[in-house]
């Protein structure tokens, strides 16, 4: 006989059950948001009863209520606000598993995205214990805000927890030379794909509660350094980038404060993660700035290279800059990104990432490099692109065939002005700041420059530094 017959079970009650079975716990608000998106309120993960569907959310707590008396469902915990945290007991994951066609064998893991779910004991499904159970929630509110964004912004949304993204590699010890097993344990991975584009964001999830200070977020770096070197070993970087993330998304809890858990977070991702710093950039945001992120990935091609591409032509087309490119005055399409200067490809894959770049003369016929890399919010990406085309510009041919002196950053955001860079307590630090001695800001969206501290440019800015 069906499972569902023998348990009575409604098609709302196996979508609870499957909910469960997916996030481990939820409370009945997180389990009512689930089932489905559109009853989740814009203003996520804040919100108040007259912001949601009474009926709706009456019926749901009926069903979970009956499912509870029967014992599929139990009490796991309770939050600080008294909210119950709810969770599958061993009968209903057994059930779980009979629903979703699930093989009860020990070691079936399968992958857990797009639904290939795997087998896993009670003792490794049960719920987190009740001192976790912030952190978890954490991961929870993460998980319905981006249902929410999904149907906001039209894209597809797929996570998978540590249960899955947890993978045992082999390190060598610098020091003693003997291998040691690892398991590098990432808190969840994702995957947003635009709909309509063959566009894909695959992030590494981090949930942050404040609690790793220093030694502990220089070690979880490390293990990501070691993870990376591992999965290298004989495989070329461009072919490693269609399968794992690109991104390490630290989720902080911090509001106020976030500037200095960046701070905090930076140094020591900078101090040990070494050459793999232009492969995998770090974001660190919260659940109020989670939007800006996917925003700033889905519309990055848009706003940081054609609006970009727009802002400069005419700058460089304007008589009193001397430099390269020179793009036609009669080119007006924004596709045509003809506003930028390029390695060679030799070059570039050597490198191992595509800097743009456009250069100003002096008048001793040497000249500036003025690099545009990404720098929205607290991300590490365009910085760290920085330092690495300034450290090896002086090998590059092409950079010494046109005699090219300095690089100049030029750090593109698209909204709110991050903070001035600083890098306090990092390894390279003396180095660090020489390359940013000289470097602008410039707002993509409003097509506005500023100097590094701030101020507003009025002339030129690719002529700003023609007399130092």
């Known amino acids: 006989m069906d499972v569902r017959t023998i348990h009575k079970l409604s098609p709302t009650k196996c979508k609870i ?8 716990s939820l ?4 389990v009512f948001f689930l089932l489905d998106p559109d009853n989740i ?3 996520y993960p804040h919100f108040s009863w007259e912001l949601l569907n009474l009926s709706k959310m009456r019926s749901t707590w009926n069903q979970l209520a009956q499912m509870q008396k029967t014992g599929i469902i139990q009490v796991a915990a309770k939050l600080s606000n008294d909210t119950k945290v709810l969770t599958l007991s061993e009968e209903g994951l057994s ?6 066609d699930i093989p009860e064998i020990e070691g079936y893991r399968n992958t857990g995205w797009n639904n290939q779910h795997g087998y896993f004991p009670y003792e490794l499904y049960r719920a987190p214990k009740e001192r976790l159970q912030k952190h978890h929630n954490l991961g929870i509110d993460f998980n319905v805000l981006m249902e929410l964004l999904s149907l906001k912004h039209n894209f597809t949304y797929d996570f998978i927890d540590n249960r899955y993204a947890s993978v045992e590699f082999s390190s060598v010890d610098e020091n003693t030379k003997i291998e040691t097993k690892k398991i590098f344990r990432p808190d969840g991975e994702f995957i947003i794909r635009p709909n309509g584009t063959d566009k894909e964001f695959h992030c590494w999830v981090e949930f942050d509660m404040g609690t790793e200070k220093g030694k502990l977020l220089y070690e979880k770096f490390s293990k990501y350094n070691q993870y990376l070197s591992y999965i ?3 495989v070329e970087r461009d072919s490693l980038a269609t399968s794992i993330p690109s991104t390490i998304f630290f989720v902080t809890t911090a509001r106020q404060s976030i500037w200095s858990r960046w701070q905090n977070i930076q140094r020591n991702y900078l101090n040990t993660i070494e050459n793999w710093s232009t492969f995998i950039n770090l974001y660190v945001g919260n659940i109020e700035s989670l939007e800006s992120l996917v925003l700033s990935f889905i519309n990055e091609g848009d706003l940081f290279k054609n609006k970009l591409n727009l802002n400069l032509r005419p700058l460089l087309n304007d008589q009193a800059y001397i430099g390269q490119p020179k793009p036609s005055k009669n080119l007006t399409n924004a596709s045509s990104l003809s ?8 070059e570039m894959k050597i490198l191992g990432w595509e800097p743009y770049f456009t250069v100003t003369r002096l008048k001793s016929n040497e000249h500036q490099v003025f690099l545009y890399v990404k720098f929205d919010e607290y991300e590490t990406g365009g910085i760290c692109k920085a330092i690495d085309f300034a450290s090896k510009f002086e090998t590059i ?5 046109i005699n090219a002196i300095e690089v100049i950053p030029v750090l593109l955001y698209s909204d709110k002005k991050p903070h001035s860079l600083d890098f306090i307590g990092c390894d390279q630090k003396v180095k660090f700041d020489s390359i940013f001695k000289k470097y602008l800001w410039h707002n993509v969206s409003e097509n506005k420059w500023f100097d590094k501290n701030g101020n507003h440019i009025q002339t030129h800015p690719l002529n700003l530094f023609l007399v130092d």
């Open 232 to 234: 290298s070993q004989g």
């Open 27 to 30: 409370t009945p608000y997180q």
């Open 339 to 346: 506003s930028f200067c390029y390695l060679y490809g030799n």
């Open 17 to 24: 059950i499957e909910r469960l079975f997916i996030y481990r």
């Open 41 to 43: 309120p814009l203003t």
């Open 397 to 401: 041919e092409s950079m010494k065939r």
């Open 95 to 100: 059930i779980a598993y009979s629903l979703l």
